[in-house]
Nanobody, 119 residues
Framework: QVQLVESGGGLVQPGGFLRLSCAAP????????MGWYRQAPGKERELVAI???????NIADSVKGRFTISRDNAKNTVYLQMNSLKPEDTAVYYC?????????????WGQGTQVAVSS
């Protein structure tokens, strides 16, 4: 079973910043598209940002200009830098890893880390 280990969540005031980290097994990290999703209470899980194995990124409009996704292939870790946080960013943030082989697709989730933005 592939395990994604997240860290970095917490409580922060509006306008503050946090950095989330997600470590994945090296066997998949180099080929996987890594992503961050979030789910607020009563809402569906939504995409925040993804980064391909080649480094291309896609950022949700709601966080564009405030959040940055990056990956360190030497550390098998993906990061989500969150700046200028707003109360509406409050959610459980989930790390995701997905990749395809010739015959199968694989999709893995972390356990989630809580981000709360409040004064």
């Amino acid at each position: 079973q592939v395990q994604l280990v997240e860290s970095g969540g917490g409580l922060v005031q509006p306008g503050g910043f946090l950095r989330l980290s997600c470590a994945a097994p090296g066997s998949i990290f180099s080929i996987a598209t890594m992503g961050w999703y979030r789910q607020a209470p009563g809402k569906e899980r939504e995409l925040v940002a993804i980064i391909t194995s080649g480094g291309s990124t896609n950022i949700a409009d709601s966080v564009k200009g405030r959040f940055t996704i990056s990956r360190d292939n030497a550390k098998n870790t993906v990061y989500l830098q969150m700046n200028s946080l707003k109360p509406e960013d409050t959610a459980v943030y989930y790390c995701n890893a997905r990749y395809d082989t010739v015959s199968l697709g694989y999709n893995y989730w972390g356990q989630g880390t809580q981000v709360a933005v409040s004064s």
